[in-house]
Nanobody
Framework: QVQLVESGGGLVQAGGSLRLSCAAS????????MGWYRRVAGKQRALVAR???????NYVDSVKGRFTISRDNARNTVYLQMNSLQPEDTAVYYC?????????????WGQGTQVTVSS
């Protein structure tokens, strides 16, 4: 059974930092592209950052220079370090695993963790 379990969300003041973690089980973690997405209330879920199985990273423009995604294949965990948080970063953050060994990619999601940034 595949599980992606996020942790590290919470309430922080503007300018503060949080580190999200996503622990994966039931997949061969190292071959998956891992991503963090967020859903702002009333809007669709959107990509925040992604790290490929080859450790290539990309970010949405609004978080460049503030957020850092990283992965630890030995721990089957992906992280999102979030610095200089702003109220507009308030959202539910979701972990995603995409890819796998077959021709058709798998697409797995965590349950989400709430991040609230107060002004």
């Amino acid at each position: 059974q595949v599980q992606l379990v996020e942790s590290g969300g919470g309430l922080v003041q503007a300018g503060g930092s949080l580190r999200l973690s996503c622990a994966a089980s039931g997949i061969t973690f190292r071959i998956y592209d891992m991503g963090w997405y967020r859903r702002v209330a009333g809007k669709q879920r959107a990509l925040v950052a992604r790290v490929t199985s080859s450790d290539i990273t990309n970010y949405v423009d609004s978080v460049k220079g503030r957020f850092t995604i990283s992965r630890d294949n030995a721990r089957n965990t992906v992280y999102l370090q979030m610095n200089s948080l702003q109220p507009e970063d308030t959202a539910v953050y979701y972990c995603n695993a995409y890819g796998g060994p077959g021709y058709l990619p798998n697409d797995y999601w965590g349950q989400g963790t709430q991040v609230t940034v107060s002004s």
